[in-house]
């Protein structure tokens, strides 16, 4: 085998689940596969691109971003290492929806969507582990539009760190954030400003709620932070106009 595929190859074996694979399925993956280096700030696809491929992320971080018709850029999440996205094609032959853009620099492996549907085919429990990852990142970007929508600056962190959190490791003392985000990633999740972050971020930490070292978030007290979600002091939405009444046509 060339030394291109293997390497590949070797970041495929780590990636989570595809390890379980037979050898046959995952050499067959890796000779397909393009595995690529990007800088921060590189496009990998555009909506109303046609989805032919997947990507599976080995390190750095790439956001998704949903572009409104006005031109407004709302971002649905964040990937990280261990990753997969774009894999929506591997389910409908609807283009992409959404914009993928690289945060730093990463490695990332690209695979054609129809070798990769025949793996599945042949191997359905890892096609429903990609799939329930799918669901859970719909979920969440669900939840951050409405809590965007309902909640304030201060409850949305509270949530966000708990999300995160789904995906860190215990430590002593706390739960360690996977994810090492700058406080312009966590506005933008938030759809807030860095300033303001970075102030609810240092009132956490003085509340006693987080700890921080550099990037590094350790969560210290994950009841106090869900309480804070659902306070209605902090949750409550300003003050406006009620919602209109609900036609039948709706």
Do not use: N
Request: proline content about 8%; some cysteine; glycine content about 6%.
């Amino acid at each position: 085998m060339p030394a291109e595929p293997k390497r590949q190859l070797w970041y495929l074996r780590k990636f989570p689940g595809f390890g379980a694979l037979p050898p046959e399925a995952l050499v067959a993956l890796a000779e397909v596969a393009e595995l690529r280096e990007c800088p921060r700030r590189t496009t990998l696809y555009l909506p109303g691109d046609v989805a032919k491929y997947v990507y599976l992320l080995h390190g750095g971080r790439v956001a998704a971003y949903h572009v409104s018709a006005a031109g407004r850029t709302i971002t649905l999440g964040l990937h990280g290492a261990g990753d997969l996205f774009g894999e929506s094609c591997l389910w409908t032959a609807a283009p992409r929806d959404e914009m993928a853009v690289t945060a730093t620099a990463v490695i990332v492996s690209v695979v054609p969507r129809a070798p990769l549907r025949r793996v599945l085919d042949e191997h359905p429990e890892l096609e429903r582990r990609l799939f329930e990852r799918a669901v859970a990142r719909r979920d969440a970007a669900a939840r951050r539009l409405c809590a965007a929508l309902s909640l304030s600056v201060r409850a949305r962190l509270a949530a966000q760190l708990l999300d995160l959190g789904e995906h860190g490791q215990d430590i002593p003392g706390g739960r360690e954030l996977a994810l090492e985000l700058c406080h312009h990633e966590f506005a933008a999740l938030l759809g807030t400003t860095r300033e303001t972050v970075s102030l609810e971020l240092r009132r956490f930490e003085d509340e006693g709620l987080i700890a921080r070292q550099r990037r590094r978030i350790v969560l210290l007290d994950l009841p106090r932070l869900r309480a804070l979600v659902h306070d209605t002091r902090a949750s409550a939405p300003r003050p406006g106009r009620p919602p209109p009444e609900p036609t039948e046509e709706s």
